[in-house]
């Protein structure tokens, strides 16, 4: 394994400077008990560089006011500098018009505003939506209460044993009822990356519309929404490098257009009188209250640290790290990895042979190992593996080669006092 | 964070490898099915009750080590015992599990008190007492239920712990 290790380093060390990087996130300096900090949960969240906290600082400390209000110098400045987010936004995704981009304030509170605003009114009795056996427990349950509510259908598309969608299948749950179609960009429990380009170009030629769930995705491709011809993608900011409580609705103009808002309030209107109100233009018609400027700001600061690292640099060191992980991990005895498939990010869902999940995950903490354990807000998928939980270790730019040794030195230990 | 190294000693690991009571009852007197949502763990007990006394008690599930090892351990504690001292050692575990048991004070507690360890990992308090929920929501079922069903006052869900 050692010479993997070490071909890897040398063929990534001008390219990407894993311990630069690495100096950059205060958080990653800790120690658990007395153990460095090994940060492998970061499909759940990811943390934050130094740049964006500072950019956090001095909005607090110089910019804070209430946006698109008054006429004093905070309120301007801050109101700029939200839009200024929105446009750096905007250009990460290559959205190819401002006014797409909706701060939500998340991927979930995203598919939401989908579903009440475009769902509730396009959608009818005996309608189909089409959505995944990969999806996130979001980009079920709004649909369901949507089904429960106007008695549409929900048809799932169904995966292979190496958690690969089946695209014939989903081909064929097309019919002349299918309204809707909603997938998970890469499926935040196995980590596969779906071919949402080419299941997009299929909905398109039947009509519909597709959402695609980005929120595992955005951290670790390089996310073109025009290049997908995706109608909504949503996604958070806390998943990449940004703060909680912020994210993304990114809709096409004409079906932004055509939705009505989901709540209600300032902002988001042009006028307002007890016998009409007129809604505000796009995207501020789904923008209700006072936003999280902070996060939106802090949002646009990460994007850019991102950005100068490149995609495509974070994305060639992810994968690095998920191929030396599952070398390592395929040669180990009573560790079986869930989820195979070909095209994959940064993701390994596993299982030891005669250690629940949870024990895993308290045992690695003890060596200072961070990783999820449970279902993953995916139930269908530990379903269709028959296990009720796995563990989950998922890598970000910022992790090492030496991070994946003490992973599977960890999980050797685990084996060992379970033995 | 030394107390939950000391979490997995060869006690806890020896009931998890082979738990004692593990299996079924052919004519129990009272049973529950406890769930934790969290995980997706359960485990169902059952127990005959003879006059007051625990004649016999079995236990089964899907669970993590120190679920199983719980179970397995208080099966052993209460065999035997009566129902009102059973009660007892219920309250105490669920009070040393959640840290509000002073161990010097006197207690029934013996050999579990190596679930004490257990206070300090809040994610994992749901755990251990699962089993000790389960015992007592069996305790106060009525006799041949079989449903699992969420709506049953059979199932317990330790939601509310």
Redesign the interface.
């Known amino acids: 394994m050692n010479s993997v290790h070490i071909a890897l380093n040398s063929n990534s060390a001008s390219a990407f400077d894993v311990e630069r990087i690495r100096a950059d996130f205060p958080i990653l300096q800790l120690r658990i008990d007395r153990k460095p900090l090994v940060y492998l949960d970061n499909a759940a969240s990811s943390q934050m560089p130094q740049q964006v906290i500072d950019r956090l600082v001095r909005y607090q400390t110089s910019e804070h006011a209430n946006i698109n209000r008054a006429v004093h110098y905070l309120s301007e400045t801050a109101t700029a500098e939200y839009d200024t987010a929105r446009r750096k936004l905007q250009r990460f995704i290559n959205a190819p018009e401002e006014r797409e981009v909706v701060f939500t304030s998340g991927t979930t509170d995203a598919i939401n505003l989908v579903m009440h605003g475009y769902g509730r009114w396009f959608i009818k009795p005996g309608d189909e939506i089409i959505l995944t056996t990969l999806e996130h427990h979001s980009n079920i349950v709004p649909w369901q209460m949507l089904a429960e509510e106007t008695g549409a259908k929900i048809r799932v598309v169904p995966i292979n044993d190496a958690g690969e969608l089946l695209i014939d299948e989903y081909e064929k749950l097309f019919n002349a009822r299918t309204r809707f179609v909603g997938v998970i960009h890469v499926s935040n429990a196995l980590g596969s990356i779906n071919p949402v380009k080419q299941m997009i170009a299929f909905a398109h030629a039947h009509g519909v519309p597709v959402l695609v769930d980005g929120a595992q995705a955005a951290a670790h491709l390089q996310v073109d929404v025009q290049d997908l011809d995706c109608d909504f993608y949503a996604f958070s900011g806390h998943k990449l490098c940004g703060p909680t409580g912020i994210g993304v609705l990114y809709g096409k103009a004409a079906l932004l257009e055509k939705m009505q808002p989901f709540k209600g309030g300032g902002d988001m209107i042009l006028s307002v009188t007890f016998e009409k109100t007129t809604y505000n233009t796009i995207p501020y018609k789904f923008e209700a209250g006072t936003p999280p400027i902070a996060a939106a700001i802090g949002l646009g600061a990460a994007v850019d640290y991102l950005s100068a690292i490149g995609m495509d640099a974070i994305a060639t060191h992810e994968l690095e790290l998920l191929n030396y992980a599952t070398e390592q991990m395929n040669h180990m005895p009573g560790v079986r990895i869930v989820g195979t498939a070909k095209n994959k990010a940064s993701v390994i869902s596993f299982i030891v042979d005669g250690v629940h999940p949870h024990d895993i995950g308290t045992l690695l903490n003890q060596e200072g190992i961070a990783v999820r354990t449970g279902h993953h807000c995916a139930q269908p998928v530990m379903q269709r593996f028959k296990v009720p939980a796995t563990s989950r270790a998922s890598f970000a730019f910022y992790n090492s080669m030496a991070e994946v040794d003490a992973l599977v030195a960890g999980i050797r230990t685990v084996q060992k006092v379970f033995a | ?1 030394s107390n ?2 000391a ?2 000693q060869e006690v806890i ?1 020896d009931h ?1 490898k082979k738990p004692r009571n593990y299996g079924t009852l052919a004519h129990a007197s009272h049973h529950a099915v406890g769930h934790n949502p ?4 359960h485990i169902s007990v059952a127990l005959s009750l003879d006059r007051d006394c625990i004649a016999c008690i079995a236990f089964q599930g ?5 679920c199983k090892a719980s179970a397995s351990m208080m099966t052993a504690a209460i065999k035997g015992k009566s129902r009102a001292d059973a009660e007892i050692l219920i309250h105490e575990f669920l009070a040393m599990a959640t840290g509000k048991l002073h161990l010097d004070s006197p207690n029934n507690i013996g050999r579990l008190a190596v679930f004490a360890g257990v206070c300090d ?1 809040p ?2 308090v749901k ?1 251990a007492i699962l089993p000790w929920h389960t015992l007592h929501a069996a305790f106060n079922s009525v006799a041949s239920a079989s449903t699992e069903a969420e709506a049953d006052p059979m199932h317990v869900s330790i939601d509310n712990a």
């Open positions: 964070m939950y190294k979490l997995y690991l998890n969290l995980c997706g763990d899907e669970s993590c080590a120190i990992l994610t994992r755990c």
